[in-house]
């Protein structure tokens, strides 16, 4: 054997060993996104589980909240005008809620979302814009009372408020503290 062949020879099974590697590195590949799509299907499963599950305890609050509110509409007098009507109206519309909560879970709820974002895109981006103001005005208040009834100290049972110039007690109301509470 000459030194031409084993080179050949010594290539021949170089190029069999790449091929290999090769092939075991797109099974390995594969494996690995197969695997993903597995996890990730799973816990995409997992999700939509609880949520329904969620959905259904929010399906029962709506249902509570439905039934009180038509006791509210019922206990009302007809002659009191809009008030009965309206309590009706929102019992209603809560009932429809958790009756589709229940019927298609969240997934329907979310579908009905985008549909009527669909229709009407402007009432939907007014709507959003709406309920993130809301939200971050009810954090920024959270985070004020906390901070405050945090580092203000207590004294004798009253409050003290850092717009104000002292104490105020139950009896006293100070145009800071109503600010405060808004």
Do not use: C
């Not at 060993?17 to 695997?35: D, N, Y």
């Not at 009180?68 to 019992?91: C, F, K, T, W, Y």
């Not at 329907?108 to 985008?114: G, K, M, N, P, T």
């Not at 985070?143 to 009253?158: E, H, I, K, L």
């Amino acid at each position: 054997m000459t030194a031409s062949d084993t080179a050949n020879e010594t290539r021949q099974e170089a190029g069999a060993v790449a091929g290999s590697v090769k092939e075991e590195s797109k099974q390995l590949a594969q494996t690995a996104s197969e695997q993903t799509r597995t996890v990730m299907h799973q816990m995409q499963e997992d999700v939509r589980s609880r949520a329904d599950q969620e959905a259904g305890k929010v399906a029962e609050g709506l249902r509570s909240a439905s039934r009180q509110l038509n006791d509210m509409a019922s206990g009302g007098d007809e002659q009191a005008g809009v008030l009965p009507a309206i309590a009706r109206e929102g019992a209603n519309a809560a009932e429809r809620i958790a009756g589709r909560l229940d019927e298609g879970g969240v997934d329907a709820l979310f579908s009905d979302v985008r549909s009527w974002a669909r229709r009407n895109p402007g009432t939907f981006i007014f709507g959003a814009v709406a309920a993130g103001f809301v939200a971050g005005r009810v954090v920024r208040n959270a985070s004020m009372r906390s901070n405050s009834q945090n580092s203000q100290p207590a004294m004798n049972g009253a409050s003290y408020n850092e717009y104000d110039r002292g104490p105020s007690g139950p009896d006293e109301i100070s145009i800071a503290n109503v600010e405060a509470d808004l």
